[in-house]
């Protein structure tokens, strides 16, 4: 089982439209959450942190379930410009870096 | 303040050839990473540096690939020799402290053919 598991989609909405990604991790005693943006052909960037109590920035709402051990990304009113790959990343004890999910294609179609 | 520079942008080797990245991280960030990323894949942790030590290199293929960050600045990746499935783009990341939020540069796109 992968450490950090995503659906690929490609999960395409009109514009305007709510759409949630889901993320689960298979280590328990993992430590910290993040959700990267990847552009086509761009390096991954920081979009938010994770904290256990949920936190929001603008339209994107970040939640943690640590007792589902899954992480969740919920884009309300999306923009073209959101389309790009959302990467679930999870840092675990015992080995600090960051531990990548594949990622979850967004299409954000006019 | 500059990102994270990375050089060269684009490579294409043939298999059996050596290849060497440069990665220049943010100004005083003591973490330094070396990631691969395969098409369609998120990105896997080859190395990791705090100041000029080996944190982890759990995932590094050590019969090709090395790495090296000397005086805890700089670092370099080299592969030799090259395989076909070395084809992947080479992120390097730095972060000021282990365990937070990465920057990462624009990536070295390999070609092996």
């Known amino acids: 089982r992968k450490e950090v598991e995503q659906d690929p989609g490609p999960f395409n909405v009109p514009e305007g439209a709510t759409v949630a990604f889901n993320c689960t991790y298979s280590n328990s005693a993992s430590q910290s959450f993040f959700w990267y943006r990847q552009d086509c052909r761009k390096e991954p960037k920081l979009l938010m942190s994770?904290?256990?109590s949920g936190n929001e920035d603008g339209r994107f709402t970040a939640q943690l379930n640590r007792a589902s051990q899954y992480i969740s990304l919920l884009i309300r009113d999306s923009k073209l410009s959101d389309s790009a790959t959302y990467l679930c990343?999870?840092?675990?004890?015992?080995?600090?870096?960051?531990?990548f999910g594949s990622g979850t294609r967004l299409q954000v179609q006019p | 303040e500059a990102g994270v520079a990375q050089s060269p942008r684009y490579k294409i080797i043939e298999k059996r050839q050596s290849v060497a990245f440069w990665c220049n991280p943010i100004s005083g960030h003591a973490t330094l990473y070396w990631y691969q990323q395969i098409l369609g894949q998120g990105p896997k942790l080859l190395i990791q540096?705090?100041?000029?030590?080996?944190?982890?290199d759990s995932q590094l293929p050590k019969d090709r690939f090395s790495a090296e960050r000397l005086k805890g600045v700089d670092s370099t990746l080299k592969i030799q020799p090259a395989k076909l499935e070395d084809s992947a783009v080479y992120l390097c990341a730095s972060s000021p402290r282990t365990g937070g939020w990465q920057y990462f540069g624009p990536g070295t796109r390999l070609t092996v053919t």
């Open positions: 994770v904290y256990s």
């Open positions: 990343v999870v840092t675990n004890t015992g080995r600090r870096a960051l531990t």
């Open positions: 540096f705090q100041n000029n030590g080996v944190v982890d």
